[in-house]
């Protein structure tokens, strides 16, 4: 790696903000002779682009000998942030490439066929007369010969060990924070019906209550079902021609087998820094899941000997020394480099709207008030979209039928699990006043200008203390890190709204137990954060009138759908209660698509009715959703 190249490899034709500064920082963090820079850059700092100038400074070919590491890969945990990537002219030079499954077919009969069932991958010896074209392998071979590689941290992953994606000089990972989370997740192994091809095939042991300890004895029983596993795959390898079916069997039995073969190996390894776990909570014959603690080991040979030098750039890498403690990193060998905000503080407010407490035992008389308080902010907002984080499909439920009680459905928008992008994008493209009741939309959301004016934190975002992981960490006493995990996710939620240094949006605190995070967290809170914080106010808000909520969309209260008025208005103007803004046009002026035509979803209408029992699952509390039991409950979304 060359540091003096970074500046040149800008891909920009200007700077912007603090670009030249963080790009100057980067280039002595490297020069000083780390191996690893944390690039801690807030909203808007432009961190793609910053990561294309560290890429740029790798070893090139002509520079090196035959058994030296080249070129560079960019990687990000979030599937939109490399759709943003692969859209931006300015980052043209970073070849994406997607697993198989991303890509269909291209011969006769099998254009809706998925490349890891098409006919090369369920035929043995199968000779492709169309390779040369077929998408996924043409994307890869562009991707494998450039010098810039870009793809999902879980297509990264994956192909650690690949000959085609070896070890090169330099490795940016953007959206670095919850690495170790998401690594926590790829390594763990959920072991169901559903996961399990060869299930009953099995018996499947108690686990909890052997003598020899859980861990153990599921050690003893992934060994037995490995053996299952492989026995099964090589009956289908015998065979000359599978569906896509038998083909999707076969790989998901090599790949849980792969899965099985490294957890007793690491498990049985005394010098592994990793701590496994097990959560079996149906005893024996029921599902369980098999959980990794700080996997050093699998970070080791997924991510840090894939390359030379490191760049991991995040908004929200709060503490230098607890990130590296949990991936597996030297902090000697590793610099932090701190980018400073360049949005004006007041034009990202937070607010101190606190109903109280919405942990499980104070919900049933909190959630109410954070209901009524939501259709006082429609009213200070009328003609502005607002956005609801609700924390947990079952607030997201609750909080959708006291909308529907208090008639103001018209206005509002929800989803479910199936049609959560959906549902997102149609929000996104209305031109109403919607507000929508989000669930883990905290992150790689950009909801610049008239996306989004407003938003409401429901619920201080505490990762579950139901997950084996998080109880056995608090267990040890790492309540720095629990409040962490969820001031990260505070922060991130606090980035959807503002993002350019003209923009502005309000961020409603709805949860009192926010602010005692922020004490808590108080010495891990980024300054620029902490001017927010810092800055924290009471406003004066409009009196419960859900006639006034609705006052920027053509319709009246009633108990369901679309209620009362013609389609495609919207009321121009405020009532009396309304918000006095800093500026900037309204999100709706001028007439939008709503009203009784309307086909966007909000929670009465016929369409979108079936939404909150189709996405409660059996939960009656937010944090035992079935995604909350999940090491990124907090981050991850789907």
């Given at each position: 790696?060359?540091?003096?190249r ?20 980067i280039r002595d ?14 909203t ?6 910053l990561?294309r100038a ?5 070893r090139?070919?002509?520079?090196a000998?035959p058994a ?12 939109s942030q ?5 859209a931006d ?7 994406v490439?997607?697993?198989?499954s991303?890509?269909t077919?291209?011969?006769p ?9 098409a006919?090369c ?10 390779k040369?074209?077929?998408?996924y392998?043409?994307d890869?071979?562009?991707?494998s010969?450039r010098?810039?590689?870009a ?13 085609v994606f070896?070890k090169?000089?330099?490795?940016v ?8 989370e ?10 169901s ?6 299930w009953?095939?099995?018996t499947?042991?108690?686990v909890?209550n052997a ?5 153990e004895?599921?050690s003893?029983?992934?060994e037995?079902?490995a053996?299952?596993?492989e026995?099964?795959k090589?009956d289908?390898l ?9 083909a999707a069997r076969?790989d ?7 899965e ?11 010098d592994?820094?990793?701590?496994w776990?097990?959560?079996?909570p ?8 098999v959980?990794p603690?700080?996997p050093e080991?699998?970070?080791s ?23 590296c403690?949990?991936?597996g990193?030297d ?6 480099v ?19 407490k919405?942990?499980?035992e ?10 009524r308080l ?9 003609d502005e979209?607002g ?6 499909y079952?607030i ?6 006291k ?5 103001v459905a ?11 992008d959906?549902?997102?994008e ?13 669930v ?22 505490y ?5 084996s ?12 890190w629990?409040?962490r ?9 606090c980035g ?5 240094p003209?923009?502005?949006?309000d961020?409603y605190?709805?949860?009192?137990s ?10 891990d ?10 800055r ?12 006034a ?8 209260p009633?108990p ?9 208005g ?5 009532n ?5 803004g ?14 009784a035509?309307s ?7 016929a369409s ?12 009656s ?7 909350a039991d999940?090491p ?7």
């Amino acid at each position: 790696m060359d540091p003096d190249r970074i500046r040149s490899s800008f891909p920009a034709p200007s700077y912007r903000g603090n670009q030249e500064a963080a790009l100057a920082d980067i280039r002595d963090a490297f020069a000083a002779g780390n191996d690893v820079v944390l690039v801690r850059a807030p909203t808007g700092s432009g961190k793609s682009l910053l990561a294309r100038a560290i890429a740029g400074a790798a070893r090139t070919v002509e520079e090196a000998s035959p058994a030296q590491a080249t070129g560079a890969y960019y990687t990000t945990p979030q599937v939109s942030q490399l759709d943003d990537v692969a859209a931006d002219d300015l980052l043209d030079d970073l070849n994406v490439i997607r697993g198989k499954s991303n890509y269909t077919c291209i011969l006769p009969g099998e254009e809706t066929t998925p490349v890891n069932q098409a006919p090369c991958a369920r035929q043995r010896g199968y000779d492709c007369s169309v390779k040369h074209r077929c998408p996924y392998y043409s994307d890869r071979a562009i991707a494998s010969n450039r010098s810039i590689a870009a793809m999902t941290l879980a297509y990264f992953m994956q192909t650690a060990g690949s000959d085609v994606f070896r070890k090169r000089d330099v490795v940016v990972v953007d959206e670095a924070h919850g690495l170790a989370e998401w690594a926590e997740m790829y390594a763990a192994i959920e072991l169901s019906p559903e996961t399990v091809p060869v299930w009953d095939d099995v018996t499947v042991p108690d686990v909890t209550n052997a003598e020899v300890g859980p861990v153990e004895r599921t050690s003893r029983f992934a060994e037995q079902l490995a053996g299952v596993c492989e026995r099964a795959k090589d009956d289908l390898l015998a065979r000359d021609e599978l569906t896509p079916e038998q083909a999707a069997r076969r790989d998901r039995l090599q790949e849980l087998r792969s899965e099985l073969n490294y957890f007793v190996e690491d498990y049985r390894d005394r010098d592994s820094a990793t701590t496994w776990v097990v959560d079996q909570p149906g005893g024996a014959d029921s599902p369980l899941t098999v959980k990794p603690l700080d996997p050093e080991k699998y970070l080791s040979h997924t991510v840090w000997e894939r390359g030379n030098k490191f760049a991991l750039l995040s908004a929200t890498i709060l503490n230098k020394a607890a990130f590296c403690r949990q991936v597996g990193l030297d902090p000697d060998r590793v610099a932090l480099v701190d980018v400073g905000h360049t949005f004006p503080v007041e034009n990202r407010p937070l607010y101190d709207v606190t109903q109280g407490k919405m942990t499980y035992e104070h919900r049933d008389e909190t959630l109410p008030k954070v209901a009524r308080l939501c259709l006082q902010l429609m009213a200070r907002h009328p003609d502005e979209k607002g956005l609801i984080h609700a924390h947990s499909y079952a607030i997201a439920d609750r909080l959708a039928e006291k909308f529907r009680e208090f008639g103001v459905a018209a206005r509002v928008r929800t989803h479910g699990r199936a049609d959560r992008d959906a549902q997102l994008e149609e929000w996104k493209a209305t031109d109403r006043p919607e507000v929508f009741v989000s669930v883990k939309m905290e992150e790689a959301l950009d909801l610049r200008g008239d996306l989004c004016r407003w938003q409401v934190l429901c619920k201080a975002p505490y990762l579950n203390t139901g997950d084996s992981r998080v109880a056995r960490r608090l267990e040890e006493g790492q309540w720095a890190w629990y409040h962490r995990a969820a001031l990260r996710t505070v922060i991130q939620a606090c980035g959807r709204v503002v993002r350019a240094p003209d923009d502005y949006g309000d961020t409603y605190l709805a949860d009192s137990s926010l602010l005692d995070l922020f004490d808590r967290a108080e010495h891990d809170t980024p300054s620029w954060f902490r001017d927010q914080v810092d800055r924290l106010s009471t406003p004066d808000l409009p009196e419960f009138d859900p006639a006034a909520a609705l006052a920027g969309v053509d319709a009246e209260p009633g108990p369901s759908g679309i209620a009362g008025g013609s389609p495609g208005g919207t009321r121009s103007g405020r009532n009396a209660g309304g918000r006095s803004g800093r500026g900037g046009s309204s999100s709706s002026a001028g007439g939008g698509r709503g009203g009784a035509g309307s086909t966007s979803r909000s929670i009465g209408s016929a369409s979108g009715s079936s939404t909150a029992s189709s996405s409660s699952s059996s939960s009656s509390d937010g944090d035992d959703d079935p995604m909350a039991d999940h090491p990124l409950s907090d981050v991850w979304g789907e």
